[in-house]
Nanobody, 118 residues
Framework: VQLQASGGGFVQPGGPLRLSCVAS????????MRWYRQVPGNQRELVAT?????SANYADSVKDRFAMSRSGKTVALQMNSLKPEDTAVYYC???????????????WGQGTLVTVSS
């Protein structure tokens, strides 16, 4: 299973950016997908979670500015009103179960850098 994230880049404060992540490679079922972010020297921070069914949940720092959506094996993170403090490497994460396996585990995509600066 692979998670491929894309969409990072440079944006001015107040601007939007959209990240995407697609899970691929074999047959599996996804329990939940998440976006984390990490600033060098800091711990990885949970940004948003979307379960297999239901609505997404957000960190207080991004609530009302970020929106996570899911379509099948793809998730997106629409980031609006970006602030310099949103600058970080963003990671896609999935908790999924490989078909035929009794247990679920976490998978991580490569990070994608988001830089918010004037």
């Amino acid at each position: 299973v692979q998670l491929q994230a894309s969409g990072g880049g440079f944006v001015q404060p107040g601007g939007p950016l959209r990240l995407s992540c697609v899970a691929s490679g074999g047959a599996f079922s996804i329990n939940a997908m998440r976006w984390y972010r990490q600033v060098p020297g800091n711990q990885r921070e949970l940004v948003a979670t979307i379960p297999s069914s239901g609505s997404a949940n957000y960190a207080d720092s991004v609530k009302d500015r970020f929106a996570m959506s899911r379509s099948g094996k793809t998730v997106a993170l629409q980031m609006n009103s970006l602030k310099p403090e949103d600058t970080a490497v963003y990671y896609c994460n999935a908790n999924l179960r490989i078909s035929g396996s009794a247990t679920s585990r976490e998978y991580w995509g490569q990070g994608t850098l988001v830089t918010v600066s004037s």
